[in-house]
């Protein structure tokens, strides 16, 4: 008796008509599409989006075009160009110290919050000791603090110690972060094997060469997501540069564009409340390094935050 192989388009067909199945899949999924889900996710996108196309327009503006032309159009005289130079040349060119002082309170604060952050994730992960699982609920209780109420607290104990009205008094609080060392001690159980550490202690090497050498490497993706957090906090934030420093030179961005917007509500017609318009600028040029990072690390960046979610 012999038998026949069923040809690969007969397979493939329905039993209705003959009609092929990835035509069925096809009308099947474009019913499942849901056009109010589709018109909350523009009205989302436009959320997050027009703020930003905003900004580009207003830093084309003069201070005059700012209130007499349409918010969400280019004036008939754009210029982008003598803003940007007015921003820069501004008070004997403050503009750049301020950037320079953000991208190092920023980069330190970062760089050594992402480097702690991983030791300690990695020592709750991979180590037990007395007083660890505590130790650990105490984290999770500090992400719970907002960073506002610590802040007269920071204060007073750095003014006690001097280092009011210093670069310190900016990086040093900065460095402690427990959310990313939740991060990372999740991250760390899973990124790290056992059996590697194991054949590392094997072979001889101590522990803080295992850490360096083998564990940080592991930790990268990880790594990156908290100097992100961090990078992105620090650059941002307000509240703790404006009680901590007095002297102009060391403000970050956020405080120095601060400063500039009250000359501008004080100066009411004169040449100050051209001010307003370099406010815009200078707010503009401020978030353009942190969509570089982030353009830069998005694959490190998303990676970390999918292995950050694995439940334990």
């Known amino acids: 008796m012999t038998t026949t192989a069923v040809p690969p388009a007969t397979a493939s067909t329905s039993s209705k008509g003959g009609k092929p199945a990835v035509r069925s899949r096809r009308r099947s999924s474009s ?25 580009l327009i207003a830093s084309t503006k003069s201070t005059q075009d700012l209130f007499n032309s349409f918010g969400l159009w280019f ?7 003598t803003n940007v130079k007015e921003t820069f040349t501004q008070d004997d060119g403050v503009f750049v110290h301020w950037l320079l002082n953000t991208v190092m309170y920023a980069v330190v604060s970062s760089l050594g919050a992402a480097l702690l952050a991983a030791a300690a994730g990695y020592g709750f992960a991979k180590f037990r000791f007395r007083g660890d699982r505590a130790a650990f609920n105490l984290v999770l209780g500090a992400v719970m603090i907002p960073a506002t109420a610590l802040a007269i607290p920071t204060y007073l104990l750095f003014a006690k110690a001097g280092l009011v009205n210093t670069p310190w008094a900016i990086i040093l609080p900065s460095l402690v972060n427990p959310f990313g060392l939740y991060l990372m001690r999740v991250y760390a159980q899973d990124a790290v094997p056992d059996s590697i550490l194991e054949a590392a202690r094997i072979d001889g090497a101590g522990e803080a060469r295992i850490f360096f050498t083998i564990a940080l490497r592991l930790l990268a993706p990880g790594l ?47 040449s100050s409340s051209d001010m307003l318009a370099l406010v815009v600028t200078g707010s503009l040029i401020s978030i353009l390094p942190l969509v570089v990072a982030f353009l830069l690390l998005q694959r490190y960046w998303q990676s970390g935050l999918a292995a950050g979610g694995v439940k334990q």
């Open 75 to 81: 004036s008939h005289a754009p210029q982008l160009l």
């Open 224 to 270: 990156v997501t908290v100097l992100l957090f961090t990078l992105v906090a620090t650059w941002n934030n307000y509240f703790l540069p404006l009680i901590m420093l007095n002297d102009p030179n060391l403000y970050p961005i956020t405080v120095g564009l601060s400063s500039w917007a009250a000359q501008a509500q004080n100066g009411g017609a004169g």
């Open 31 to 55: 019913r499942r599409r849901s056009t109010p889900l589709t018109i909350a996710m523009l009205a989302v996108l436009a959320y997050f989006l027009l703020p930003l196309f905003w900004l």
